[in-house]
C-alpha cells in the first residue's frame, strides 16, 4: 500500500502564481486533511473533508480553496501565491474524524518556497 | 477550546541519557484522544501512539513510555537510553470527541530533541 502520496515534494512559485498540490490516498480513508508547518508554529489546520463533496476550513483557510470530488483525492490549491504561504503542507488522512480517536496518516509533505 | 503546549522547544542529551518530553493540555471534553508524533530529520510524521481520556495506565514500548496523568492534564514522553536516532521534533497532539472541535487534531508547537553521540 503506498498510503498518503503527496506531490509535488519541493515547488517554488512567483508570487500571484497559482498551484495545486495533489494528495492521493489508498487506504478507503473518510477523512482527509491539509496542514501546514511552520517553525515554531507547529501544525495548523487548512482544511479538511469528512467524506467525498464534503469540506470544510479549518484555522487557516485564506488563501485556499479544497474539493474532494473522490474518497481518494483531496487537492489544495493555492489561487495566488504570496511569500506568506512559504511553508511545508502535509496532507494527512484517516480512517475516521479524530475525534473518534482515530490518528492520522500523513503524506511525506511539500516544501513550497513563494518568491 | 482545545490547545497542546510543548513548553521545551529544543532539548539536548548525550547518547544513553534519559529524556522526558512534556506535555500538557486543555480541554473541556471528558472523552478525547492523546498522541505522539515524531518527525526525524527527512520530515515525515510518524504515530507512535494514542491513549484515550479513560485509560490512565502507562504505557511501554521498548525504550518509550508515556505517562498519562488526568489530574495534572499531562501526557509525557519518556525516552530511555537514548541514541542518536531518536532525534527528531516530537509533537503531541489532542482531538477532542464532542462539539464542535471532533473534527481535527491539535497540535503543539513541538520539541526538538537532539542526542549527541
Known amino acids: 500500500n503506498a498510503g498518503v502520496t503527496q506531490t509535488p515534494k519541493f515547488q517554488v512559485l512567483k508570487t500571484g502564481q497559482s498551484m495545486t498540490l495533489q494528495c492521493a490516498q489508498d487506504?478507503?480513508?473518510?477523512?482527509m486533511s491539509w496542514y501546514r508547518q511552520d517553525p515554531g508554529m507547529g501544525l495548523r489546520l487548512i482544511h479538511y473533508?469528512?467524506?467525498?463533496?464534503?469540506?470544510d476550513q479549518g484555522e487557516v483557510p485564506n488563501g485556499y480553496n479544497v474539493s474532494r470530488s473522490t474518497t481518494e483525492d483531496f487537492p489544495l490549491r493555492l489561487l495566488s501565491a504570496a511569500p506568506s504561504q512559504t511553508s511545508v503542507y502535509f496532507c494527512a488522512s484517516s480512517y475516521s474524524r479524530p475525534g473518534r480517536g482515530y490518528g492520522y496518516t500523513f503524506g511525506s509533505g511539500t516544501r513550497l518556497t513563494v518568491v | 477550546a482545545q490547545k497542546v503546549t510543548q513548553a521545551q522547544t529544543e532539548i539536548s542529551v548525550v547518547e544513553k541519557e534519559d529524556v522526558t518530553l512534556d506535555c500538557v493540555y486543555e480541554t473541556r471534553d471528558t472523552t478525547y484522544y492523546l498522541f505522539w508524533y515524531k518527525q526525524p530529520p527527512s520530515g515525515e510524521l510518524v504515530f507512535l501512539i494514542r491513549r484515550n481520556s479513560f485509560d490512565e495506565q502507562n504505557e511501554i514500548s521498548g525504550r518509550y513510555s508515556w505517562n498519562f496523568q488526568k489530574s495534572t492534564s499531562s501526557f509525557n514522553f519518556t525516552i530511555t537510553a537514548s541514541q542518536v536516532v531518536d532525534s527528531a521534533v516530537y509533537f503531541c497532539a489532542l482531538s477532542e470527541a464532542s462539539g464542535g472541535s471532533n473534527y481535527k487534531l491539535t497540535f503543539g508547537k513541538g520539541t526538538l530533541l537532539t542526542v549527541n553521540p
Open positions: 473533508s469528512v467524506g467525498a463533496g464534503i469540506t
Open positions: 487506504m478507503n480513508h473518510e477523512y
